[in-house]
């Protein structure tokens, strides 16, 4: 009798581990990587993109500001393993103040992309710029590899632009105009934050096959002192960028 409780017992728990195997294996295969997201932050040697880069500059306590317009270019260089054992990607960058100028390198930074994340090195600041599979609403920390209390110069300056920075994927599928066609994109809210002596505002959208197609920020810091007024009127220092895609290869 118990030799016979023994065997149905074995037999309902080997059913239930098989049937277990079972669901994780449809699980597995149901998996659509291209579903992820990964298309929306494309690298790959040989690649470019060229953005208009236009700036304010707050200067002397806000009293004047000086109107900058630019050229961008971006292109994806050699890869090269880093000493985590991680394939990273040069990015060559190139600046010019007008159309008929030559381009001008600048600087190189770095970006890699994996299964879980993309990741970009600007000027020796690591930032997680997307995270898959993609998906609204989605919270995550960027700026997980800095401090936030770093500091940097604007018009001889001092400002600290990355305080309280919380990430959110806000759309997934937002049709954006370029170059007279709506492709799909996302955008991230990398920061909306405002208080008395400051406000911090930065957007990225990326479009579908092409990577990043606009990026917003807005860094102002003033005194307090005329709280009820627009912030590009207050403002004393720090700065509004504004990058838009107009060419990629």
Same mark, same amino acid.
């Given at each position: 009798?118990?030799?016979?409780?023994?065997?149905?017992?074995?037999?309902?728990?080997?059913?239930?581990?098989?049937?277990?195997?079972?669901?994780?294996?449809?699980?597995?295969?149901?998996?659509?990587?291209?579903?992820?997201?990964?298309?929306?932050?494309?690298?790959?040697?040989?690649?470019?993109?060229?953005?208009?880069?236009?700036?304010?500059?707050?200067?002397?306590?806000?009293?004047?500001?000086?109107?900058?317009?630019?050229?961008?270019?971006?292109?994806?260089?050699?890869?090269?393993?880093?000493?985590?054992?991680?394939?990273?990607?040069?990015?060559?960058?190139?600046?010019?103040?007008?159309?008929?100028?030559?381009?001008?390198?600048?600087?190189?930074?770095?970006?890699?992309?994996?299964?879980?994340?993309?990741?970009?090195?600007?000027?020796?600041?690591?930032?997680? *710029?997307?995270?898959?599979?993609?998906?609204?609403?989605?919270?995550?920390?960027?700026?997980?590899?800095?401090?936030?209390?770093?500091?940097? &110069?604007?018009?001889?300056?001092?400002? &600290?632009?990355?305080?309280?920075?919380?990430?959110?994927?806000?759309?997934?599928?937002?049709?954006?105009?370029?170059?007279?066609?709506?492709?799909?994109?996302?955008?991230?809210?990398?920061?909306?934050?405002?208080?008395?002596?400051?406000?911090?505002?930065?957007? &990225?959208?990326?479009?579908?096959?092409?990577?990043?197609?606009?990026?917003?920020?807005?860094?102002?810091?003033?005194?307090?002192?005329?709280?009820?007024?627009?912030? &590009?009127? *207050?403002?004393?220092?720090?700065?509004?960028?504004?990058?838009?895609?107009?060419?990629?290869?």
């Amino acid at each position: 009798m118990q030799l016979k409780k023994y065997f149905k017992k074995h037999t309902v728990l080997s059913l239930l581990l098989l049937l277990g195997l079972v669901s994780c294996k449809k699980e597995t295969e149901m998996l659509d990587e291209s579903t992820f997201g990964y298309d929306f932050f494309p690298v790959a040697t040989g690649k470019s993109w060229t953005y208009t880069s236009d700036s304010i500059i707050y200067d002397n306590g806000g009293a004047r500001r000086d109107t900058f317009r630019s050229f961008i270019r971006e292109e994806i260089g050699e890869k090269f393993t880093d000493e985590t054992g991680n394939s990273v990607f040069k990015v060559h960058r190139y600046f010019r103040r007008n159309t008929n100028d030559d381009w001008t390198r600048t600087n190189t930074w770095t970006t890699n992309v994996d299964s879980s994340r993309a990741i970009r090195t600007e000027d020796n600041l690591k930032f997680v *710029k997307l995270i898959f599979p993609i998906k609204k609403g989605l919270r995550w920390d960027g700026n997980i590899f800095l401090d936030e209390d770093i500091r940097i &110069e604007v018009a001889g300056e001092s400002i &600290e632009p990355y305080k309280n920075w919380k990430h959110r994927m806000e759309e997934i599928d937002e049709a954006y105009d370029y170059k007279g066609q709506s492709i799909p994109s996302i955008r991230i809210n990398l920061v909306d934050d405002s208080s008395i002596i400051d406000r911090r505002k930065v957007t &990225e959208v990326y479009g579908k096959g092409i990577g990043l197609v606009r990026k917003e920020m807005i860094i102002l810091d003033s005194d307090g002192s005329k709280p009820n007024d627009p912030w &590009e009127q *207050k403002a004393q220092k720090g700065f509004i960028h504004t990058l838009t895609l107009i060419e990629h290869n």
